[in-house]
């Protein structure tokens, strides 16, 4: 898509509408346009270059096989976050973000397999062995880790990076990926400060049809990283059939080989055994005449 084109896009969907100026914060200086009727607004061209690098670094993380975790709680971006998130296959928080998600990943990590123990108890028929009482304690607590966690139920270990949308509301993740050196993805809106946030997109983060945008364009990035992913592998495997069709069509030509090698070692041996032999028995020959030749003419003497 053209620049232009983009920047029409992004204009469509509202997403150079920034914050209140009273409300604003100064570090996003460098991504407003202009000041209209109170409001501060983007410089679309400016979040379209950086929607492009976040894309280009965000691909590259899918197709190196691992995870991207999408935090957003606010009403209105919870859905499509959901949506977009899980049509890429990639985990996500969109009720309550919970403390120590990342600094305290393997308590989490507990609490996801909780879940999967209460859903063998079901299987195996534990679960009728409880009284009422116990089993209607359990489904709520199975509710409420799904409510919380289900999203990243798949998640074995620490993302490779954060999108976040909204990165006032989400300080608490925030801080935790800046602890643990995690990459941050968000939309920055302009009463948000730009400077913990490794991969800034300005933009606005509170209409639905903004987020929307956004979201689409990112989460289609990421889809075609799993999809060089996915190719990649096809030739890897491709690539492997060869070879040992290769090895096994090689495997003649090198016993063919060896063959020839073992003549042409044994023929030099013969040849040079049979040229020396003669040579020095000729040569043994002609000393022992010569010794008796002298006896028997002094003989005749």
Same mark, same amino acid.
């Given at each position: 898509m053209a620049n232009n084109d983009q920047v029409?896009?992004?204009?469509?969907?509202?997403?150079?509408?920034?914050?209140?100026?009273?409300?604003?914060?100064?570090?996003?200086?460098?991504?407003i346009y202009m000041e209209r009727n109170?409001?501060?607004?983007?410089?679309?061209?400016?979040?379209?270059?950086?929607?492009?690098?976040a894309n280009e670094a965000l691909k590259k993380i899918a197709a190196s096989g691992r995870k991207i975790l999408f935090v957003a709680t606010k009403k209105q971006a919870k859905d499509i976050v959901a949506e977009k998130a899980k049509n890429a296959n990639m985990p996500y928080i969109t009720e309550r973000w919970p403390g120590?998600?990342?600094?305290?990943?393997?308590?989490?990590?507990? +609490?996801?397999? *909780?879940? $999967?123990?209460?859903? @063998?108890?079901?299987?195996?028929?534990?679960?009728? =062995?409880?009284?009422?009482?116990?089993?209607?304690?359990?489904?709520?607590?199975?509710?409420?880790?799904?409510?919380?966690?289900?999203?990243?139920s798949e998640m074995s270990r620490l993302p490779a990076a954060l999108f976040i949308v909204d990165t006032t509301r989400e300080h608490i993740a925030v801080k935790e990926a800046l602890k643990l050196n995690i990459p941050i993805f968000a939309?920055?809106?302009?009463?948000?400060?730009?400077?913990?946030?490794?991969?800034?997109?300005?933009?606005?983060?509170?209409?639905?049809?903004?987020?929307?945008?956004?979201?689409?364009?990112?989460?289609?990035?990421?889809?075609?990283?799993?999809?060089?992913?996915?190719?990649?592998?096809?030739?890897?495997?491709?690539?492997?059939?060869?070879?040992?069709?290769t090895?096994?069509?090689?495997?003649?030509? +090198?016993?063919? *080989?060896? $063959?020839?090698?073992? @003549?042409?070692?044994?023929?030099?041996?013969?040849? =040079?055994k049979e040229v020396k032999a003669p040579a020095a028995e000729g040569e043994k020959a002609p000393r022992q005449r010569a010794a008796a030749a002298p006896e028997a003419s002094s003989e005749e003497e």
């Open positions: 029409k896009v992004l204009l469509d969907a509202g997403v150079h509408f920034g914050h209140l100026t009273r409300k604003w914060n100064p570090n996003m200086a460098p991504y109170g409001i501060h607004i983007i410089n679309l061209y400016k979040t379209a270059a950086k929607i492009e690098e120590g998600m990342l600094t305290n990943f393997v308590t989490i990590r507990k +609490a996801v397999k *909780k879940m $999967a123990t209460i859903d @063998r108890m079901k299987q195996d028929g534990t679960f009728m =062995t409880l009284s009422k009482k116990e089993r209607l304690a359990v489904d709520r607590l199975r509710a409420k880790l799904e409510k919380n966690l289900g999203s990243i939309m920055v809106d302009t009463n948000s400060d730009p400077r913990e946030i490794d991969y800034v997109i300005p933009s606005n983060d509170d209409a639905s049809k903004s987020i929307d945008n956004i979201m689409s364009s990112v989460t289609n990035a990421i889809i075609e990283g799993l999809a060089e992913r996915k190719a990649g592998a096809a030739k890897d495997e491709e690539g492997e059939g060869n070879d040992q069709n090895e096994a069509g090689k495997a003649p030509a +090198a016993e063919g *080989k060896k $063959a020839p090698r073992k @003549r042409t070692a044994a023929a030099p041996e013969a040849s =040079t």
